[in-house]
């Protein structure tokens, strides 16, 4: 008897009142954590760069329809722009540095 929930009505109105956060928001977020670190390996940061910021603007829009998370997929979509900077920033001082034979 002591396992019966009382509050079922309460739980279930408290659990369906809040949105979940996309999931586009989400990836995007991590891409931006993750691309910086991967800005250090071009290639790789173009990739990881790239697809965050589409799927972060793909985030925003689906957070204005009825899901939350917009904060999510503009803080994705942020890192990874200056992910990309910070690649482009790389690409050309090594392509530079490679040019002119400094090393």
Same mark, same amino acid.
């Given at each position: 008897m002591s396992d019966y929930n009382w509050n079922n009505e309460a739980?279930? @109105?408290?659990?369906?009142?809040?949105?979940? =956060?996309?999931? /586009?928001a989400i990836a995007a977020l991590v891409l931006g954590i993750v691309g910086l670190a991967a800005w250090c390996l071009p290639c790789l940061?173009?990739?990881?760069? !790239?697809?965050? !910021? !589409?799927?972060?603007?793909?985030g925003i829009r689906e957070t204005q329809k009825d899901k939350g998370g917009k904060g999510m997929a503009i803080a994705g979509v942020v890192l990874c722009a200056i992910s990309l900077?910070?690649? /482009? !920033? @790389?690409?050309? /001082?090594? =392509?530079?540095?490679?040019?002119?034979?400094?090393?």
């Open positions: 739980d279930n @109105n408290e659990s369906n009142s809040k949105p979940k =956060a996309s999931g /586009l940061g173009y990739i990881v760069t !790239i697809v965050g !910021i !589409i799927l972060g603007i793909l900077v910070l690649t /482009l !920033i @790389n690409s050309f /001082l090594g =392509a530079y540095i490679a040019v002119n034979g400094m090393f």
